[in-house]
């Protein structure tokens, strides 16, 4: 079931962003996604406990290049942009406390749009008991999403940072791996149509994907020292782990092995599924090293076995097969190495 | 004089976008505007002092809509970006901390064309002791500049709020008012051959405009309650300040009256002054008000006369012309009020 199955062509009897103009469109981003935090010329964030630091993040979502609204609902687009940014304050340590949109859009956009991108942006801050505290928007060629999250890092114990993995410790994850490379695949075949509707989660995820809010806070309360998100695909994310920590990391492949889900859309698209489960990113899954147990929520998937090491990511001891990930530009270099998965974005 | 005068036409020679794919462009960024606190999941802002609170304010610029490479150097654009979000931070009476930027480009962008847009990113953020602390690059139809400002809050005394004019106080100004908008007029007219040299310095602002630093926190410290930044025109902004904090609001003419630059631009325009004073914004100026003297840096432009009043803004008494600005979205009903300087851009 897809939420706020609003699609463009559905709603073009609504009003335009022409039709509004720049306050009426504010309004309904604020009505969609209201903060008292809002509405003067910038955001005052509520006071954080004694000693925390701030941290910072921004990403940019670009129509017809990170999401197409005949794929995505607009809703889902702004639950996406809201994930995909707090799952980097959650790769600190870090708890999110409020995002900012500066917003793109034709001036023929539905306003509908534009509120249904608000709501699902209200839903997910909300999930992390946030909000919306300010934004922009402009006339733009392509619908643009830039979102800025902020966090709060309290105490004194250090951020979760790429470069601070150590020999001895077990690779960790929260969250889905490849299910957003595979639900990119099958929306590639069968657009919307999907042949088997038990892949439809797959799609989902997709569109939306979901991690579970405070798993970044919690693996650092518990022991955990570096974390990543898996956006540019799990070989890629682990191998800047390794390099930035001069390790090597080892990942179990039972560990990882692709689902039911994968399998069978594997099939179906006649694909192998471990590219999506190696290559695909945007999960959005946490990736953490720990010395302790896993911490709640997630599950081990590798160990840490050299320190000194030269940032070498192994399979079961054989060398990654995967090194490329998502390319903003992918350059010519870039495209001949990098897998069928991804020349087409 | 302008800085980085590369343009588009005579960089086709420098390697593009495409050509040194998203590393690249990332590492361009980065040595042209190095932070140490960059290249992981999120920045992990320098720790404030306590009680300081967070401020956070966003501003999307897009090529062709907010700036034009034939008018603008990269570098400007890059200081403009910084400078605006940077007056918003001020406006609530904050220092800024950090600054992070998402760019959007097309493939075929001259990589250099980010490199200026970063060092003019770096010259202003390095003006205010701060730094680009985070980024996100993709691929766009139009070169687009989403930059978020994040700013510390100190001490326990209020924010200063568009809410928090009261009657009896001056209404005071830092910073050129009418200069972008005579800029960008003159640039209309006439490009970038302008026939009297001497109106550069009004080009030039509006390129990249310019505030010292620091005047919205001395502001705070020394008595104003209310504050906001001139960038959608003098009557709009100020009329904002009067219907949020229910008073009313008297300009005097001699204070705001055009300066011998504007006469004469106006002159070679044929076009009254008076409408780049009082319509034109963009001149991210800082506009409060304060019981006290005006702080340093700031001169007096007027004064709030009544409380309980309905946000009427006058100019000594008469009711001020202009009321509407800068519009995102100019909808139909907004484009029969605003003023002709407007309704082109």
């Known amino acids: 079931m897809k ?17 509004v103009g720049e306050h009426g469109v504010i309004q309904e981003i ?19 406990a004694p000693n925390s630091r701030t941290v910072a993040t921004t990403d940019m979502l670009v129509e017809g290049r990170h999401f197409r609204l005949d794929w995505s609902t607009p809703y889902q ?25 500066a917003l793109g859009a034709p001036l023929d956009t539905p306003v509908s749009v534009v509120r249904e991108i608000a709501e699902g942006i209200a839903k997910r801050t909300g999930d992390y008991n946030t909000e919306l505290v300010g934004g922009d928007v402009t006339q733009a060629e392509k619908i643009t999403v830039s979102v800025t999250a902020i966090g709060a890092l309290g105490g004194d114990r250090e951020p979760l940072a790429l470069s601070a993995a150590r020999a001895g410790q077990k690779v960790v994850a929260h969250g889905k791996i490849g299910w957003s490379a595979a639900g990119w695949a099958l929306l590639e075949r069968f657009g919307t149509n999907l042949p088997d ?6 799609v989902d995820f997709h569109c939306s994907p979901v991690i579970d809010p405070g798993r970044g806070v919690i693996a650092r309360a518990t022991g955990a020292t570096a974390m990543t998100d898996n956006s540019d695909g799990l070989v890629h994310d682990l191998t800047t782990i390794a390099k930035r920590s001069a390790v090597k990391i080892n990942i179990f492949t039972n560990a990882v092995a692709p689902d039911e889900l994968l399998v069978r859309a594997g099939e179906l698209l006649d694909h192998d599924p471990w590219d999506w489960v190696l ?67």
């Open 3 to 19: 939420p706020h199955v609003t699609e463009r062509q559905s709603v073009k009897n609504t009003p335009t962003l022409r039709e």
């Open 279 to 345: 290559a695909g990113g945007e999960d959005h899954t946490l990736l953490g090293t720990t010395m302790k147990d896993a911490p709640s929520g997630f599950r081990v998937i590798g160990e840490v076995t050299r320190r000194n090491g030269d940032g070498v990511l192994t399979i079961d001891g054989q060398p990654a097969r995967y090194s490329t990930g998502w390319e903003s530009f992918p350059s010519d270099s870039a495209l001949n190495s990098v897998c069928s998965l991804e020349e087409d974005r």
């Open 197 to 202: 509707s038990s892949l439809q989660p797959l």
């Open 77 to 101: 687009v702004g639950m996406k942009a809201i994930t995909q940014n707090y799952a980097d304050i959650e790769a600190m340590g870090a708890r999110p406390i409020g995002a900012l949109m």
């Open 30 to 48: 604020i009505a969609a996604a209201p903060s008292s935090l809002n509405g003067d010329d910038a955001a005052v964030l509520l006071p954080m």
